[in-house]
């Protein structure tokens, strides 16, 4: 989609630091990490937010939740945990109009969020 920071990213017009990558979706470290590992889990199909999603296309969503469980088990977090984001929409906080999920991990987090 034009003028999305993430699909510029997808299409390598904007460059990330990519931790995976298949047909489906990409993974890519958060250029102002909120934790010591934060990633960002996005499908290569253009979804402004998890309203957006229809039924027929749902399986990326979970394709999106066990990546970022690989994610985690890869860079040795998923033992101690670590917290999934998805905002959606403005009282979210939700910035970037391009779905993703946060895997934020390697701190102890708060809770409830702000
Ligand atoms: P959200 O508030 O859920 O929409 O989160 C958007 C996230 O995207 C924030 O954590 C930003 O730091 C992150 N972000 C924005 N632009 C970039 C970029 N070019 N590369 C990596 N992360 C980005
Ligand atoms: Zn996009």
Not at 31 to 50: C, D, M, Q, S, Y
Not at 58 to 70: G, V, Y
Not at 84 to 107: A, K, M, P, Y
């Amino acid at each position: 989609m034009d003028n999305c920071i993430f699909c510029k990213i997808i299409n390598k017009e904007v460059p990330s630091k990519i931790v995976y990558e298949d047909e489906r979706v990409l993974a890519f470290d958060d250029i102002n990490p909120r934790a010591p590992i934060h990633v960002l889990l996005i499908p290569k199909e253009h979804f402004g937010t998890l309203n957006e999603i229809p039924e027929e296309k749902k399986d990326i969503l979970s394709h999106l939740l066990l990546k970022a469980r690989q994610i985690a088990q890869e860079k040795g977090i998923a033992e101690n945990g670590y917290r999934i984001v998805l905002n959606t929409e403005r009282d979210s906080g939700q910035e970037v109009f391009h779905i993703h999920f946060h895997l934020l991990g390697g701190r102890q987090m708060k809770w409830p969020p702000g």
